[in-house]
């Protein structure tokens, strides 16, 4: 994900476009975003699984 924001960011910064009127920075920010959507779902997620554990609790085994 970090190549593709390091391989536009000379074509981002070369021009004289204001960051929020420039194409290219707005795609970048906008797959930010949905990165980061992507991995906060993720995260919420794992975090109900962890909590409700619904194949129930795993069992003690004794050695």
Same mark, same amino acid.
């Given at each position: ?7 536009? +960011?000379?074509?981002?910064?070369? =021009?004289?476009?204001? %960051? *929020?009127q420039? %194409? !290219? #920075? *707005? ?5 930010? +975003?949905?990165?980061? =959507?992507? =991995?906060? !779902?993720?995260?919420?997620?794992? *975090?109900?699984? =962890?909590? *409700? @554990? %619904?194949?129930? @609790?795993? !069992? @003690? #085994?004794?050695?």
């Amino acid at each position: 994900m970090c190549m593709w924001i390091h391989d536009n +960011f000379a074509e981002i910064f070369a =021009s004289n476009i204001d %960051p *929020l009127q420039n %194409p !290219a #920075y *707005l795609h970048n920010r906008q797959m930010l +975003f949905f990165g980061i =959507s992507i =991995s906060f !779902a993720v995260l919420a997620f794992l *975090l109900i699984i =962890s909590y *409700l @554990k %619904p194949w129930g @609790k795993r !069992a @003690k #085994y004794t050695y």
